[in-house]
């Protein structure tokens, strides 16, 4: 990847809908290349999509699950458990992460009821030791899409 391919995936991680013509422009380049060059970002898996950024609902209510999961054998891996809690659709990510904690997931969900809901469902999950939700209060930026 070369300084023209980082200045391609900047201008589209600001703006996924930015034309072509205007990509080419700011890096100057013909449309060609730089088309060629954005096909080659995404067969080489590096541009996974073209997303339009949703802001969720002012009523839902965005959370951080932490999970804790008894890994004292390997059996007991994280990895079992990632499909598991990602049925459930108000979990928009969910990652496996060192330290202390196991798994962290996100949630956006439109009430408390549905947010404790999931928590019951989520404590459910075999070998889970206990969780910890943190609630958001204040969104100060989002760069993630």
């Known amino acids: 990847m070369d300084k023209f391919d980082k200045e391609i995936l900047a201008i589209l991680a600001e703006d996924g809908r930015c034309s072509v013509s205007d990509i080419a422009r700011e890096v100057n380049l013909s449309r060609s290349a730089v088309t060629s060059r954005m096909k080659k970002l995404e067969e080489d898996g590096v541009i996974l999509g073209y997303h339009v950024k949703i802001a969720p609902p002012e009523s839902s209510i965005n959370a951080y699950i932490a999970l804790y999961f008894d890994t ?4 007991h891996s994280c990895d079992k ?3 598991k809690v990602g049925e459930i659709p108000e979990v928009k990510w969910a990652h496996a992460i060192s330290g202390e904690t196991d798994m962290m997931v996100y949630i956006e969900a ?4 549905r947010l404790n809901e999931i ?5 459910a999950l075999p070998h889970l030791k206990h ?3 943190h609630t958001v209060l204040t969104e100060f930026f989002n760069r993630r899409f």
């Open 81 to 83: 458990y990632g499909s």
């Open 72 to 75: 004292s054998r390997a059996e």
């Open 110 to 113: 439109p009430s408390m009821k």
């Open 119 to 123: 928590r019951d469902e989520l404590q």
């Open 131 to 133: 969780l910890i939700t």
